[in-house]
T-cell receptor
């Protein structure tokens, strides 16, 4: 995955819009990917995961897409709500290795 | 889902003192727990891997004598910041996996440490 970054990219959307947050990873051996949501002052909260034998997985209002060819992961949030405002991190691991976190994206939802 | 509880959620201490942070897996056993540090607007940086009944594994650049980790049971790991300095002020987060190392990772709520 991406190494720890020093700046958080920001995605600003209007309430009701669909949001797409992207993540690139570098380890082609990674076989498990997770999206986390982190609100200010709190620990990361599990949103959705996907294994490398899948390219799409849907949850409630969220969809994760995995493109192993270009090592790209995305999180789609349908009908974004103000409560979705947070920092979103992708994370990857290979087998029993530790999680590697991406640099994160701040999602700002305005009413 | 699985619950990881971290305590305290915030702490203020004086320079030179030590602070202990607890991380508990409430509804599952965790032979391995992880400690992260997070600076404002940055991602999580893995500090160390805590192994039940054995020594912790520290990431490069993390002082093991400063950040003491004890994993005495399958549900509890502690991180002690010794001789704290203002530069140790940060957000510390623990996590644990379900189903051994290949399961999902769940995180504690984090501890905001401020050293004055």
């Amino acid at each position: 995955g991406e190494s720890v970054g020093l700046h958080l990219p920001t995605l600003s959307v209007q309430e009701g819009d669909n949001s797409i947050i992207n993540c690139a990873y570098s380890n082609s051996a990674s076989d498990y990917f997770i999206w986390y949501k982190q609100e200010s002052g709190k620990g990361p909260q599990f949103i959705i995961d996907i294994r490398s034998n899948m390219d799409k997985r849907q949850g409630q209002r969220v969809t994760v897409l995995l493109n192993k060819t270009v090592k790209h992961l995305s999180l789609q949030i349908a009908a974004t709500q103000p409560g979705d405002s947070a920092v979103y991190f992708c994370a990857e691991k290979s087998g029993y290795s530790t999680l590697t976190f991406g640099k994160g994206t701040m999602l700002l939802v305005s009413p | 889902g699985a619950v990881v509880s971290q305590h305290p959620s915030w702490v203020i201490c004086k320079s030179g003192t030590s602070v202990k942070i607890e991380c508990r897996s409430l509804d599952f056993q965790a032979t391995t727990m992880f400690w992260y540090r997070q600076f404002p607007k940055q991602s999580l940086m893995l500090m160390a891997t805590s192994n039940e009944g054995s020594k912790a594994t520290y990431e490069q650049g993390v002082e093991k004598d400063k950040f003491l980790i004890n994993h005495a049971s399958l549900t509890l790991s502690t991180l002690t910041v010794t001789s704290a300095h203002p530069e140790d002020s940060s957000f510390y987060i623990c996590s644990a996996y379900t189903s051994g190392g290949s399961g999902k990772a769940f995180f504690g709520q984090g501890t905001r440490l401020t050293v004055v």
